[in-house]
């Protein structure tokens, strides 16, 4: 573990461009978004995991059905019910609820209208999906509703407050949307309680007690996404945090040696004499050659990978890099994330 | 000198094969999101126009750089034909276009209903939100205008093929599940409760439903104000009569694609989700009996000299760094880094074989084909004329 730890904060200090993040002060909502394929799940329940050290309490959200924070926590599908899913160092606590829009229309009628009986008999019926279906954006006021109710908890110091809550959020194409709840319900219902309940959530979320984060990867479309993202979120007035760039491999070659690849440089040569020095049988020119290909093919991607990262330090963002775990992600990886965003400043 | 990092042990999907064959005249690419779908889509089209077919390729979201490739400058919804593409005997043509799904969906209702009515629908804030926001909407009218490229191919002759991508959904089976549910909601039994006052006198309201019905208006509108149901009503009451149902509708394009001309292309890349997406669609094309062509693996590492290990590579950097002291700007140095920098790729595609057997181990009769994760993105037709070549042949 340590090893993996030192090779993980090496990787960490990729192009040396890492600024520290303050997402943790004042922030009570983490939305994270990001494209899809980019890891927003795995990057959502390590910031939970940060923000819960030192004894704190965290909730992740997961909106989707998916059923993503359970596969990667590795416990049972989660009901529509806080369960506690992971210990953080320092004793704090990682807690974990799948929304789901249905289970969230009837907690709304039970608290608003203590409807509850009539919410269950509805369900039965298929009403409540159908009410879901016929205003489309009533589902998203839901989902988010639920997560405003959880950081509302915290202002009537509610016993089962939580310190922060992390939402896993849709991909960036529609989190404008789903987080604009106020425009859309708007085109439905221009009075009554469900707009103002609307009025409610974006009173949060349009805050600084939210902050909105996006997850992307050192590739040409992810970045692309992330940059329209951040651009609409801004038009939207919605509060943009920072980026976590995922999966990100550190160069292998010190900078001199890229140059050498770049410019075609590599002595063929004197590597394939080195190499049967070393012991490998296998043809030493063909040994040098492949060699020398592979240099020029990682030369080439570390500078795709710095033309992409410079684009995203040019939205001026709290920006944390974040590793590609050689094993996939496990409930060790996990950790590891965690404590890198710690170091960079989540906490 | 490269070569595939990940050789499948599955039948090769023979690309070259399913464009010859003149039977096919629809390829649907399908797949979890950021795998490259639009791209494949755009690759397998491209290479079909230049072997003579005549293409039509729908893409639904693609990249600026990849659009404007193929000469879309804009999301207008009509296939334009794209300049220069060709086969040696000049017989293959490719056109291109972005779906639009509220145009589309205005569309279909202009094309239903009169002047005056049509203005009405498109006016009700009920069929607004529905036609850009409802979850199923871009699903259900991709479907759509793959129905009408298909029914203009066949009355035109315009076309011998039709290359979709599919939308950016939760789940690769939304495209499949998503204009039934968008169907059976608009036919269903409560809009059909909630327009009956239109169609005279309560007709077809059941006790029960009639029972529930006075509860469930009463709760929408408290929640959400008596005019949604007004709007939803009246929407419903004029597209009713205008033309047939959702339902048909849908079910007319699902038959289309279980049709034997019909062929799914799974797009995957080698990570556990994208893979488990994979997964879940071939088994529900299967349970379906649709027709699957087989597997793309998109993005795999490439090795070059794959004889020699990691390990040995390891051995022998280690041994040189031991000899030579580990000056980086010395040859020893350099060439301690590039024994570790193979090592690190073969690793890396290593994992992601490991990942495709758990796939070719589940469905072991499914072909498939494997595309390398290349430099940079594909922003030009030379770009996808590479991408073609490796689906043909993936080395």
Redesign the interface.
């Known amino acids: 573990m340590n090893s993996l730890r030192a090779a993980m904060t090496a990787t960490w200090n990729y192009a040396g461009s890492v600024t520290t993040a303050s997402l943790g002060p004042g922030v009570a909502l983490h939305v994270v978004s990001g494209?899809?394929?980019?890891g927003k799940t795995t990057v959502s329940a390590a910031v939970a995991l940060a923000l819960a050290s030192q004894g704190r309490r965290t909730l992740l959200m997961e909106v989707?059905?998916?059923q993503g924070i359970a596969q990667l926590f590795d416990v049972p599908p989660l009901p529509y019910q806080e369960r506690k899913v992971a210990v953080a160092p320092g004793g704090g606590e990682v807690w974990a609820l799948a929304v789901d829009a249905e289970d969230a229309l009837l907690d709304?009628?039970e608290i608003f209208?203590n409807?509850r009986r009539?919410?269950s008999?509805?369900r039965r019926?298929?009403?409540v999906d159908?009410?879901t279906?016929?205003?489309?954006?009533?589902?998203d006021v839901l989902l988010t509703g639920k997560a405003i109710e959880v950081v509302r908890r915290t202002d009537k110091a509610a016993p089962d407050a939580y310190d922060a809550v992390v939402l896993d959020a849709p991909?960036t194409?529609r989190i404008c949307?789903f987080l604009n709840v106020n425009s859309?319900v708007s085109?439905?219902?221009?009075?009554?309680?469900?707009?103002n309940h609307a009025d409610l959530v974006m009173s949060v979320i349009a805050s600084p007690r939210t902050a909105v984060h996006l997850v992307s990867l050192l590739?040409?479309?992810?970045v692309?996404e992330t940059i329209d993202a951040v651009a609409e979120l801004r038009e939207n007035r919605l509060p943009v945090g920072g980026i976590f760039v995922n999966m990100t491999r550190p160069p292998?070659?010190?900078e001199?040696?890229l140059d050498?690849a770049r410019e075609g440089r590599?002595?063929a040569e004197?590597?394939a004499a080195?190499?049967q020095?070393?012991?490998?049988r296998?043809d030493a020119a063909?040994?040098a050659?492949?060699?020398?290909?592979?240099?020029q093919?990682?030369a080439?991607?570390v500078d795709?990978e710095r033309r992409e990262l410079q684009r995203i330090a040019d939205l001026g963002l709290p920006t944390l890099t974040l590793p590609l775990l050689?094993?996939?992600i496990d409930l060790g990886g996990l950790y590891a994330l965690a404590g890198i965003l710690r170091e960079g400043g989540v906490r | 000198m490269r070569t595939s990092g990940v050789r499948l042990d599955a039948p090769l999907l023979g690309i070259d094969e399913l464009l010859a064959d003149e039977g096919v005249r629809i390829i649907v690419c399908t797949g979890a999101g950021g795998v490259g779908k639009t791209t494949t889509a755009a690759a397998v089209a491209l290479r079909a126009a230049e072997s003579g077919r005549r293409v039509c390729v729908m893409t639904i979201d693609p990249a600026r750089r990849l659009a404007q490739a193929m000469g879309l400058r804009s999301l207008d919804n009509t296939p334009r034909q794209v300049p220069g593409v060709t086969s040696p005997d000049g017989s293959g043509s490719l056109h291109a276009m972005m779906l639009d799904m509220k145009r589309t969906f205005d569309e279909v209702v202009e094309a239903h209903a009169d002047p005056e009515r049509a203005r009405a629908i498109l006016a009700n804030p009920f069929y607004q939100a529905l036609s850009s926001s409802f979850a199923g909407t871009q699903e259900y009218m991709a479907m759509e205008k793959l129905g009408q490229l298909r029914a203009r191919a066949d009355a035109e002759g315009t076309w011998d093929l039709i290359v979709v991508d599919t939308p950016p959904s939760r789940s690769a089976l939304d495209f499949l599940d998503a204009p039934e549910r968008l169907g059976s909601f608009l036919d269903g039994r409560f809009i059909r409760v909630l327009t009956a006052p239109a169609r005279g006198a309560g007709r077809g309201i059941g006790k029960l439903a009639a029972m529930g019905f006075g509860l469930f208006t009463n709760v929408l509108n408290k929640i959400l104000g008596a005019q949604v149901l007004v709007d939803v009503g009246t929407f419903v009451a004029a597209i009713d009569t205008t033309f047939g149902g959702f339902r048909e509708r849908a079910d007319a394009t699902y038959a289309l694609l279980k049709d034997r001309g019909t062929a799914f292309v799974v797009v995957a890349a080698p990570e556990r989700d994208a893979l488990r997406e994979a997964s879940y669609f071939v088994e529900r094309l299967e349970a379906d009996d649709m027709p699957l062509a087989g597997l793309v693996l998109n993005r795999v590492q490439q090795v070059t000299l794959p004889e020699v290990t990691p390990e040995q590579a390891l051995a022998a950097a280690d041994r040189i760094s031991d000899e030579d002291g580990s000056d980086a700007r010395s040859d020893a140095g350099l060439t301690a880094a590039l024994l570790r920098l193979h090592a690190d790729r073969q690793r890396i595609a290593a994992r992601q074989r490991h990942l495709a057997e758990r796939f070719t181990a589940a469905h072991p009769g499914v072909a498939a084909t494997t595309v390398p994760a290349l430099p940079g993105d594909v922003h030009d037709l030379d770009g996808l004329r590479e991408v073609g070549a490796y689906l043909a042949d993936p080395c």
Not at chain 1, 133 to 139: C, D, F, H, V
Not at chain 1, 219 to 222: D, I, V
Not at chain 1, 289 to 295: F, K, T
């Open positions: 494209k899809g394929g980019t989707e059905g998916r709304y009628l209208y409807l009539a919410g008999a509805l019926m298929g009403a159908f009410a279906t016929i205003a489309p954006g009533l589902r991909p194409g949307r859309e085109g439905l219902a221009k009075v009554g309680p469900i707009r590739e040409e479309m992810p692309q292998m070659l010190t001199e040696q050498q590599l002595p004197q590597i080195l190499a020095q070393a012991g490998l296998q063909t040994v050659a492949a060699l020398v290909l592979e240099g093919d990682h080439q991607r795709l050689a094993d996939g």
